[in-house]
């Protein structure tokens, strides 16, 4: 899924004539409809997407395809999927998540702390979820300039200066 970023998810159906909830994760809540085809993590793509109207926590919408409740019912809590190639450029300091999860995490000196599995934001501001080896517990590093000044997307790796204590072997 490389060549496509996550853009909303379904939350399920509104109403009962086919049309759904839908989550944006776009910087532009409404662009989300600008970047069809949509498609679903397996494959299935959605030519049109229309907000019919908005909701606390994101739209109503209507997808090609979709006429009845089971239908939109069937489709709650589907991840949906732009083209790359649909997506606005970004600045050079902005990344989409889906980039930065698999790059390997090393500290100033070049010791591996571990790999991004996950990015996260609360409304607090961005989180790193690290796996490190040989923990079962993820550690979960800010994603602030402070925390992360280097993000490589050509070497595959981030250079972060963690806080003191946050992972298990420092001496803190």
Known sequence: MTDRVIVG??????????????????????????YSPLYTEDGKAF????LTGQLKNGFTA????????????????????????????LPDDEY????????TVVDTGGTVLGTVKNVM?????????LTVAGQSETVLLPFTQAAVP???LAAGRIVADPPEGLFPDDPA
Do not use: W
Request: glycine share 10%; aromatic share 6%; with cysteine.
């Open 62 to 89: 209507r997808i090609d395809g979709v006429v009845t409740k089971e239908d939109a019912d069937a489709l709650r809590n589907v991840s949906l999927y732009a083209d790359r190639a649909a997506m606005p450029s």
């Open 9 to 34: 998810a379904i939350g399920g159906a509104f109403g009962v004539h086919g049309e759904v909830r839908l989550k944006s994760f776009c910087a532009d809540p409404q662009a989300i409809a600008d």
């Open 47 to 50: 030519a049109q997407i229309v």
């Open 96 to 103: 989409y998540y889906a980039d930065l999860i698999g790059l």
């Open 150 to 152: 280097t993000v490589d």
């Open 121 to 129: 934001d609360h409304g607090a501001g961005d989180l790193l979820e």
